[in-house]
């Protein structure tokens, strides 16, 4: 079965760059939407991007000028990167997949990784 | 963005009994609600799509109802396993927002 695991650094430093990579085992990245999602105290849950494995993606309107979502078909992987974070981008990051009617026969996010915790502090 | 507005914020029930939790959004979404299950310490998991369809493998007590504005997820008989955080998200329109949650809690 599918199954996503996320890695990447748990503390980052305020104005720089939180990367995330999201490795895909089980299958392949071949097909579907991929995901990124966050959830913290003050905001929920938040969906940040979804990159379709054509390489089309689509970001938060929020976060659309400091973020980006690519794919490694080679590797079954897709990252996700957030330019100049500050403190409010605190949060548990989670990489998920997302099912439309069209390529799959439910419609939601039905794959998630475990979550990754990323502080953001000096 | 459509906003979604669940109620109650916590929900204090006993093993067996009726869970009912509500959703509303600000402007029709349609049938485009999904509702997920969060456990502590684990990530969503998917329950119900399009309003009222069960995902693969969610047990026959969990069923949703509603369409445009108002949803509703229904528990029948919570066993000990469902005591925990229950989110709506909105498919509609982009970005497709999730409400702030529903926690059911042993009474």
């Known amino acids: 079965q599918v199954q996503l695991q996320e890695s990447g650094p748990g503390l980052v430093k305020p104005s720089e760059t939180l990367s995330l990579t999201c490795t895909v085992s089980g299958g392949s990245v071949n097909s579907h939407y991929w995901s990124w999602i966050r959830q913290s105290p003050g905001k929920g849950l938040e969906w940040i991007g979804y990159i379709f494995y054509t390489g089309a993606t689509n970001y938060h309107p929020s976060l659309k000028s400091r973020v980006s979502i690519s794919v490694d078909r080679s590797k079954s992987q897709f990252s996700l990167r957030l330019r100049s974070v500050t403190a409010a981008d605190t949060a548990i990051y989670y990489c998920?997949?997302?099912?439309?009617?069209?390529?799959?026969?439910?419609?939601?996010?039905?794959?998630w990784g475990q979550g990754t915790m990323v502080i953001v502090s000096s | 963005e459509i906003v979604l507005t669940q109620s109650p914020a916590t929900l204090s029930l006993s093993p067996g009994e009726r869970a009912t939790l509500s959703c509303r959004a600000n402007?029709?979404?349609?049938?485009?609600l999904a509702w997920y299950q969060q456990r502590p310490g684990q990530a969503p998991r998917l329950l119900i799509f399009?309003?009222?369809n069960r995902a693969t493998g969610v047990a026959a007590r969990f069923s949703g109802s509603g369409s445009g504005t108002d949803f509703t997820l229904t528990i029948n008989s919570l066993e000990p396993e469902d005591f925990a955080v229950y989110y709506c998200q909105q498919r509609s329109s982009w970005p497709g927002t999730f409400g702030q949650g529903t926690k059911v809690e042993i009474k």
């Open positions: 399009d309003a009222s």
């Open positions: 402007q029709s979404v349609s049938n485009y």
């Open positions: 998920a997949r997302e099912c439309r009617h069209g390529t799959c026969l439910l419609d939601g996010f039905d794959i």
